[in-house]
């Protein structure tokens, strides 16, 4: 089981990246999946979610209005769209998966954890 994320980068205030995380080793279309994020010195921060069954997306508040999520079962794929980033923004990314939309969203006991990308807001 892999959940590989990349499209982390050093950018300006403003500016947009796109994060993509790539599954395997299991049956994408089932799962649930969801964006961490951790900054040093600070608790892990869930960003974003999309579910399995109907493609219901949920933010945090941080991300609403700036960050979108989407997926492509058919490319075992997850997108998170970051526009207007800020500095605050800067933080490990990670992508995770859970058959339950509830455990993802509100446990730390997730089914599957993937590797982080570095997003780096600064001027």
């Known amino acids: 089981v892999q959940l590989q994320a990349s499209g982390g980068g050093l950018v300006q205030p403003g500016s947009s990246l796109r994060l993509s995380c790539v599954a395997s080793g299991f049956t994408f279309d089932y799962y649930n999946i969801g964006w961490f994020r951790q900054a040093p010195g600070k608790e892990r921060e869930g960003v974003s979610f999309?579910?399995?069954?109907?493609?219901?997306?949920a933010y945090a508040d941080s991300a609403k209005g700036r960050f979108t999520i989407s997926r492509d079962n058919a490319k075992n794929t997850v997108y998170l769209q970051m526009n207007s980033l800020k500095p605050e923004d800067t933080a490990v990314y990670h992508c995770a998966a859970d058959r339950s939309y509830y455990e993802l969203r509100f446990s730390n006991d997730i089914n599957y954890w993937g590797q982080g990308t570095q997003v780096t807001v600064s001027s």
């Open positions: 999309i579910n399995s069954r109907d493609g219901n997306t």
